[in-house]
């Protein structure tokens, strides 16, 4: 067996291999990957088919499922009064705070791209908050947002303005949860994707731009945004997506409060299937959640032909 | 470039953002110090009076803070040992064996990325309530050994790629099993890929939320976010001001992730580039 190894890997890698030695490799290699092939049918394909099935099945956990026809998802869509509410809350903080959030983290890398002094620091800094455990973001930004004895409508009173109540006002509590995430996202992730694009723009581009006579502005707008194009097309469907799942400092900060200002998509799901049991309808939620995303993703790459350019590709 | 001629304006924007990011920091760290009384005044107080150093104590008398670090350390890092182990072992299935459907099982790899992990959510809980996990660690751990996080396997599968196959092939060589070859050049050659796979699994488990508030009931099983929330609702029942203690502990929670930052950084920048870049 040895001498067969050896005097193919002399004879060169062009040298058919033996049909056992073949077989071999074969089995090692499905060995090698087993415990994701495990993971993969037990926690990932066998959910995800489950979740199909229950979703049509009235299902409390005590009894067994019972088939429900499309009856989850008549009552999802027609009516389960938060259904539609909590999409479109969850809507306006992705279409509010993902656009804002791609601005911040595209002016914060630019800033960082310049070469000025001192920039490693504030990579560090405009990078810690997006460390903080999201609980711990929550509390600390909770007590920012103190009506009364909050560091923020302090600062606000010192400049004339009257502070509003923040999270606990109705109209206030989802602009405040931007607010958070815009803090501990914008210095995160999304910056170093985009100081990493700024980085691969070729100089080149620049310097002919200069022969020109063309200034900062017309770099920035014909060569620095074509080019990171890719960048901010891949920040912005992970961000979108990211923020389409928004729960955690949702749950910790206000619980979708107050009278349910903040009650976002997953908040009920998460509701209906851990608080009330109602795995079945939940199921239907999250199915559908899943073709909302795989749609909203769908038209993202759709939309992208527009405005994405790849300099590899061809006019 | 204009940042040549006016290096000193672009400077305001940096501060200006720079302070932003800080302040809330600042304001905490100055909260966590502060003596009771001096939490409800009007107008607040910037900085306390007094540092009062002993509120950083305080936190784990008050509530059992020491058990829930230690349960966090201990979920979290048989958490990443599990990470780590079943990403390598896979990656290196995936990129140095040829076998039939590779490259679909790949696909599915990859394509379970995009899969929102809520879609799972209900039958995974069934799932483990069927098999008795509930209210243990097991749902938070199990799965890390069994290969989840798809991205990871996909990040450590492109970094074995570029390893050079001539070195395994003089191991075999020499006689030398695909799992020693695996050991002994593959992984000492491999230790920035490692490193970044066991940064962002830390954070990642550090910071998990949603899976134990589901799985864990027994307050003395919770992790950190948990306790931090349960903290909060205990703070927010009772009369005296107690968000001293609450900054304290919120800062107590963040300091690992900072500090591996501080300490990591370069990995930090490649995970994140691999994962933005060539994702």
Redesign the interface.
């Known amino acids: 067996m040895q001498g067969e190894i050896a005097s193919d890997i002399k004879g060169g890698s062009k040298l058919r291999k033996p049909a056992s030695l073949k077989r071999q490799e074969a089995v090692a290699g499905f060995i090698y990957i087993s415990p994701w092939l495990l993971g993969f049918l037990a926690f990932t394909a066998f959910p995800f088919l489950a979740s199909f099935y229950l979703s049509f099945t009235d299902y409390t956990v005590v009894s067994q499922p019972r088939f429900a026809g499309f009856a989850n998802y008549v009552e999802a869509l027609s009516g389960d009064d938060l259904f539609w509410g909590s999409l479109r809350r969850t809507f306006t903080y992705a279409v509010v705070g993902v656009p804002l959030g791609i601005l911040g983290s595209l002016t914060c890398a630019l800033l960082l791209n310049q070469g000025l002094k001192g920039t490693t620091l504030f990579r560090v800094l405009f990078f810690l908050p997006s460390l903080t455990p999201l609980v711990a973001l929550a509390l600390l930004w909770q007590w920012i947002f103190q009506p009364d004895f909050g560091v923020l409508n302090f600062l606000l009173a010192k400049v004339g303005i009257d502070g509003p109540g923040w999270l606990s006002s109705i109209e206030w509590a989802l602009p405040s949860l931007i607010i958070m995430a815009l803090w501990g996202t914008v210095g995160g992730g999304q910056m170093v994707i985009f100081l990493a694009g700024l980085q691969g723009v070729p100089q080149e581009l620049y310097e002919a731009v200069e022969i020109d006579g063309g200034g900062p502005w017309f770099k920035f707008r014909h060569v620095t945004l074509p080019m990171i194009s890719p960048t901010m097309f891949f920040n912005l469907i992970l961000g979108v997506i990211g923020a389409l799942r928004v729960f955690t400092v949702a749950y910790v900060s206000t619980e979708g409060g107050p009278a349910y200002a903040t009650w976002f998509y997953i908040l009920h799901l998460y509701t209906q299937a851990f608080k009330y049991f109602n795995m079945g309808y939940a199921s239907a939620l999250a199915w559908l959640f899943f073709i909302i995303l795989i749609a909203f993703t769908y038209l993202q790459v759709r939309a992208s032909r527009h405005w994405v350019f790849y300099a590899g590709e061809q006019g | 470039?204009?940042?040549r001629r006016h290096?000193y304006l672009?400077?305001l924007?940096?501060l200006l953002?720079?302070t932003?990011?800080?302040g809330?920091?600042l304001?905490?760290v100055g909260?966590s110090f502060k003596h009771p009384t001096e939490?409800?005044?009007?107008?607040?107080l910037?900085w306390p009076r007094e540092m009062q150093w002993q509120n950083w104590q305080e936190v784990w008398i008050q509530v059992p803070f020491a058990r829930f670090a230690r349960n966090s350390v201990v979920v979290t890092g048989a958490a990443v040992v599990g990470q780590i182990l079943?990403t390598t072992?896979?990656a290196?299935?995936?990129a140095?064996?040829?076998?039939?459907t590779?490259d679909f099982?790949f696909m599915?790899?990859l394509s379970?990325m995009?899969?929102?992990f809520?879609?799972?959510?209900?039958?995974?809980?069934?799932?483990f309530?069927e098999l008795g996990w509930l209210d243990s660690y097991k749902p938070l751990i199990v799965?890390f050994?069994?290969?989840?996080g798809p991205f990871f396997?996909f990040l450590m599968r492109q970094f074995f790629l570029t390893i050079p196959?001539d070195l395994d092939?003089s191991a075999?060589?020499d006689?030398a099993h695909?799992l020693r070859i695996l050991w002994s050049i593959i992984l000492p050659l491999s230790r920035p890929a490692l490193a970044t796979v066991a940064i962002f699994s830390f954070?990642a488990n550090?910071?998990s939320?949603?899976g134990p508030?589901?799985y864990l009931n027994t307050m003395e099983k919770y992790t950190?976010?948990?306790g931090?929330?349960f903290f909060?609702l205990v703070a927010d029942a009772g009369g005296a001001p107690r968000?001293h203690l609450?900054?304290a502990?919120?800062?107590t929670?963040?300091i690992p992730?900072?500090t591996l930052?501080?300490v990591a950084?370069k990995y930090?920048?490649r995970g994140?580039?691999l994962?933005?870049?060539k994702?």
């Open positions: 470039m204009s940042a290096p672009l400077y924007p940096v953002l720079g932003l990011f800080i809330p920091f304001w905490t909260s939490i409800y005044v009007f107008p607040p910037l079943s072992l896979v290196y299935g995936f140095r064996f040829r076998f039939p590779r099982l599915v790899v379970t995009i899969l929102p809520e879609v799972l959510l209900i039958p995974q809980f069934l799932i309530r799965p050994y069994f290969g989840a396997i196959l092939q075999r060589l006689g695909s954070l550090w910071d939320f949603l508030l589901i950190l976010p948990l931090l929330r909060q968000e609450l900054m502990a919120s800062l929670v963040s992730g900072i930052f501080v950084q930090f920048v994140i580039v994962s933005g870049i994702g």
